[in-house]
């Protein structure tokens, strides 16, 4: 394979998105592009961002440019594009697996957000926010179990059944939490609302600084947990 830029394997410009389809062919068979969206519906969407048709399309063809995985045309009622990975495919993605650092994962919490600019919301709008993301996690919760089931039946699924058991116990978790806060919200508004809306004073920056101060300071003195020191 040819030298690229470097801190990839083998200085390939291969996306996450396109290593993430290398990895789902690597099963051996023939995928087109339709088959990989649907594999990742049906599994990946719990932990990671799915992609549009557009996106596994253009993928595909960059990793068959690059010699990682190579297609045919199925002739068949309805002509489509068949991808197979390619022994340097299953090369590359093999070392990136296992070579390349693990990023952190990226949270965007959007329910989150407005929880903490809850001030700006109109009376209720929290409450209704934080049941419908509870109703949201019930949904993929139960969905990841369903899925779990069906994995059991096969073997080779083995890793995909226990990703898709820890996406059960993570929704089921995402929606507790959601309940508790409704529940935490009458002691929240009764605490911000003391002074009423209008009568609430926001700390001045120099404030957020002094606090940073201080922590800096605990953690200078090993102080955790509300004061008590580890060690």
Do not use: C
């Not at 969407?45 to 045309?73: C, D, H, M, N, T």
């Not at 993605?93 to 329910?111: A, C, F, G, Q, T």
């Not at 019930?138 to 069906?150: D, G, I, K, N, P």
């Not at 911000?192 to 940073?212: D, I, K, L, S, T």
């Amino acid at each position: 394979m040819t030298e690229h830029a470097a801190g990839e394997p083998d200085g390939l410009n291969v996306s996450p998105t396109g290593w993430a389809l290398l990895g789902l062919l690597t099963s051996g068979d023939e995928l087109s592009g339709y088959d990989i969206k649907k594999w990742i519906n049906w599994a990946i969407r719990f932990f990671y961002s799915s992609p549009a048709y557009s996106q596994i399309y253009s993928e595909l063809k960059r990793l068959e440019r690059l010699g990682l995985v190579s297609s045919r045309v199925d002739a068949g009622v309805r002509s489509r594009r068949m991808y197979k990975i390619t022994d340097d495919g299953q090369a590359a993605v093999s070392r990136w697996i296992n070579d390349e650092p693990v990023e952190p994962p990226s949270l965007k919490h959007n329910p989150m957000l407005r929880v903490m600019l809850g001030h700006l919301l109109k009376p209720g709008r929290l409450r209704e926010i934080l049941a419908e993301h509870a109703a949201y996690a019930e949904q993929l919760q139960q969905s990841a179990a369903t899925e779990v089931r069906w994995t059991s039946e096969q073997p080779a699924w083995a890793y995909a059944r226990l990703a898709l058991k820890w996406s059960e116990q993570y929704y089921a978790a995402e929606r507790e939490l959601a309940l508790q806060m409704i529940k935490d919200l009458d002691a929240v508004e009764e605490t911000f609302g003391e002074n009423g809306p209008e009568g609430v004073q926001f700390p001045v920056r120099e404030y957020w600084y002094e606090v940073e101060r201080r922590i800096a300071a605990e953690d200078a003195e090993g102080i955790r947990d509300g004061g008590h020191s580890q060690g």
